[in-house]
């Protein structure tokens, strides 16, 4: 759901950012600008961390379409966060070949060691989860991946999670 | 050994650059092709019997035959790498490891369509593949394969990747169209069909990656020879998507005509059941297909032995037969849960729905909390003939085809395992914390012994 009561504090987009969407929008015909929209969104979200609604109005501005062209979009797509999250969100596939081979289990490990709920935020600001459905790796299950990168862990097992979590917990230290 | 048309080289070192790929014959099908006229390219393909290998199972070269060419109007290929069909992985796999080979393909089928501009859309999750891609298109730009005057043939085409935002009803094609105008992922009401009025509405080909693919041997090898491999209408080789419950789950090319039972068992293909389990069950094509009880999937009710091919699989019909679809097979052992199972592709489908129509938006959300409440032991023995009723009301009542989608697996689970369903009811306390302990569908024909690993 879209909250408008969130810290919705202005954005700035920087010079190298735009020239980003510049290049996006120059892959489409004259006037279909409105294409690189979704690819926009990503960019945003990797910059911020999530999209809010002054990021959404400024990407508006910037396309020469209407806000709510964005924010129908914005709010239709899964990968969008439209609040807040960790430094890392770890999306675990939920659906049923990652269920065979224990993604429940692994899911409930995750919860444990955090210490928080799916889609809440661990006090320390670098960690959420979610369950997110079939992500193509059926075969390689249990996975879940790490944006803004997407980067996937397969087989998982709670000892390999443990490691990951060890490891990025170290890595935003530094 | 069957032949390998698409992933033949995948594990050699290095295949993912341009100068290993080239080194193995890569992007002959484009020095051919540019030196063909485009309806010749069409012709092999016509004859090449390829289907669509995104799930319909569509003729390819009849697709591109279809398109319309106006005057002045541009006309645009349109690669489909959304792959979220649950149990469906091949397309990521073959893009991460020998995307080179998507490209080649994108190159020759856009020539062949007189496309200028291409895009490949990937769901949004595969941004690593959005870099792998991008990465081998520089290759091939840098090397004359791609952009203005391609090999001084005077062609020109550029190509470029497209990330979603994470929407599983952006595979259909209309849906992805709109997706990648920058719109909500709502499908289009059909006709006009994308080959008269697609991307920004000019004529356009939607085709899954693998089949961009497999127009590279096509080409290489000429329709006829792609034809005589497989069997009947079910021409060349397919990538299986094997997941689930077995010994060696992965990413496999076949021979279409494969016999199921030596897909499953022999240590070529899945190697069996894992941790010594018996089969339960196996859903063949991706959620969307009917499930069947392993004595279904393994023989057909005239008791022939069912091949992985389009007509064997759907040999019987919706009432004991399944679908090839985009090859997506999971296989359940004794111990998997149907009702479970069942909830679970309720939810995603319940999840996925665009919410256009209301058979399927209200109607996938009935069949997720009816299903939710027979695993949690509070169903009632009514609530089956309730699933299948919702499920009619569903299918073939919406404007496109995730509706029917959703209905079928559960309508199946519903046929083949009614009794496991009617134990979640008169067990109830004992179903929220133990399988159907019965499992009486597990192998009941004699499995071929195949040596340990
Ligand atoms: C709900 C839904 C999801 C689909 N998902 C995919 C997909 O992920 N990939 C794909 O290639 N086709 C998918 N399709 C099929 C496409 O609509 C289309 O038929 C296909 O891309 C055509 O390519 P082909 O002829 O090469 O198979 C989906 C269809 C539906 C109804
Ligand atoms: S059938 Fe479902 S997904 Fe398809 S258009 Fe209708 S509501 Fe959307
Ligand atoms: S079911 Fe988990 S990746 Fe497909």
């Known amino acids: 759901m879209l909250r408008v009561d969130e810290a919705q504090e202005p954005v700035e987009f920087s010079p190298e950012l735009i020239s980003k969407f510049d290049e996006i929008v120059s892959r489409y015909p004259q006037g279909k600008q409105k294409s690189g929209l979704l690819p926009i969104l990503h960019l945003v979200q990797a910059e911020f961390g999530w999209v809010s609604a002054p990021a959404m109005d400024k990407v508006a501005e910037y396309l020469s379409i209407l806000p709510i062209e964005v924010y129908e979009v914005a709010t239709f797509y899964t990968m969008y966060f439209l609040r807040p999250q960790g430094k890392y969100v770890l999306e675990v596939c939920r659906t049923s070949g990652c269920c065979l081979v224990g993604a429940e289990k692994i899911m409930d490990h995750i919860e444990k060691t955090l210490g928080v709920k799916e889609g809440e935020v661990t006090p320390d600001g670098l960690f959420s989860w979610r369950g997110v459905e079939c992500l193509a790796a059926c075969g390689f299950g249990p996975v879940l991946q790490i944006g803004p990168e997407y980067t996937f862990y397969e087989n998982l097992t709670n000892e390999s999670v443990d490691k990951l979590i060890s490891d990025l917990k170290a890595k935003a230290k530094n | ?453």
């Open chain 2, 1 to 453: 050994m069957g032949r390998k048309l698409l992933l033949e080289h995948i594990n050699v070192p290095g295949i993912n650059t341009f100068d290993v790929y080239r080194s193995k014959g890569g992007y002959a099908s484009v020095e051919k092709a540019l030196k063909m006229t485009p309806e010749e390219i069409v012709e092999e393909v016509k004859k090449s019997g390829l289907r669509g290998r995104g799930g319909a199972g569509f003729p390819t070269g009849m697709k591109w035959s279809f398109l319309a060419k106006p005057e002045g109007v541009p006309r645009y290929l349109v690669c489909n790498g959304d792959e979220s069909e649950p149990g469906t992985f091949k397309d990521r796999y073959l893009m991460t490891h020998i995307p080179h080979l998507l490209i080649e393909g994108m190159i020759v089928s856009s020539f062949a369509l007189g496309a200028n501009t291409s895009y490949i859309y990937l769901r949004g999750e595969m941004m690593p593949q959005v870099r792998i891609l991008e990465r081998a298109i520089a290759e091939a730009k840098a090397k004359g394969f791609l952009g203005k005057n391609i090999l001084g043939t005077g062609y020109d085409l550029e190509l470029y990747v497209q990330p979603g935002g994470g929407a599983y009803i952006c595979g259909e094609e209309t849906a992805l169209l709109e997706s990648l105008e920058g719109k909500r992922g709502n499908p289009r009401i059909k006709p006009p069909f994308p080959a008269i009025a697609g991307l920004y509405g000019c004529p356009t080909v939607v085709n899954n990656v693998e089949s961009i693919a497999a127009v590279v041997p096509i080409i290489n090898e000429g329709g006829d020879e792609y034809a005589k491999i497989g069997i009947g209408r079910s021409t060349g080789t397919k990538l299986i998507s094997a997941g689930g419950n077995l010994k060696k789950p992965g990413v496999y090319e076949i021979e279409l005509g494969l016999p199921v039972e030596e897909f499953i068992y022999s240590d070529e293909y899945c190697g069996g059941i894992a941790n010594g389990k018996r089969l339960k069950a196996v859903v063949a094509g991706g959620s969307s297909v009917p499930i069947l009880p392993a004595n279904l999937i393994l023989k057909t009710i005239n008791n022939e032995a069912r091949l992985m091919s389009y007509e064997s699989l759907s040999d019987g019909g919706f009432v004991s037969g399944t679908m090839l679809g985009s090859g997506g097979f999971i296989a359940y052992d004794e111990d998997a849960c149907i009702v479970r199972n069942t909830w679970n592709f309720a939810r995603f489908y319940h999840h996925e729905s665009c919410g256009q129509c209301s058979p399927c938006r209200e109607g996938t959300g009935w069949m997720e909390k009816v299903l939710h409440r027979l695993e949690y032991g509070h169903g009632k023995m009514s609530d089956m003939d309730l699933l299948v009723d919702v499920s009619k009301k569903i299918e073939g009542n919406t404007i496109c085809p995730l509706g029917d989608a959703a209905a079928w697996p559960v309508a199946s689970a519903i046929r083949h395992f009614r009794d496991e369903f009617e134990w979640h009811v008169t067990n109830a306390s004992e179903a929220t914390s133990r399988n159907y302990g019965l499992a009486h569908y597990a192998d009941p024909l004699k499995v071929v012994e195949t040596s340990p690993l």
